[in-house]
């Protein structure tokens, strides 16, 4: 089993940062794919950004150039840097993890995932 936590979500005004964190325990994260989702009220979770076991990223259409996924296994974290946030990122923000140590085409499918945290609130003012 994995526990995953997350932290650091918050209230930003338009064009600023924020930088959420996924904290991992009851099992190393080497060898986990993970993503970040988010939910918006009165829409479907969707995949914002993942990261393979390996490093490589991937992101949606909407966040590329703002937001950088970034994991340390040393401290079996996940990191989401978001910049220039948007009123449009206002969404609870999703930590997920499956345990698949090479590539995917699934990454984006909310359905892979076996593991979730409980979320952060993110919102961002106009």
């Known amino acids: 089993q994995v526990q995953l936590v997350e932290s650091g979500g918050g209230l930003v005004q338009t064009g600023g940062s924020l930088r959420l964190s996924c904290a991992a325990s009851?099992?190393?994260?080497?060898?986990?794919?993970m993503g970040w989702f988010r939910q918006a009220p009165g829409k479907e979770r969707e995949l914002v950004a993942a990261i393979t076991s390996g490093g490589s990223t991937n992101y949606a259409d909407s966040v590329k150039g703002r937001f950088t996924i970034s994991r340390d296994n040393a401290k079996n974290t996940v990191y989401l840097q978001m910049n220039s946030l948007k009123p449009e990122d206002t969404a609870v923000y999703y930590c997920?993890?499956?345990?698949?140590?090479?590539?995917?085409?699934?990454?984006?499918?909310?359905?892979?995932?076996?593991?979730w945290g409980q979320g952060t609130q993110v919102s961002v003012s106009s």
């Open positions: 009851g099992r190393t994260l080497n060898g986990y794919a």
């Open positions: 997920a993890a499956r345990f698949h140590p090479g590539a995917s085409n699934n990454y984006y499918l909310e359905s892979w995932y076996t593991y």
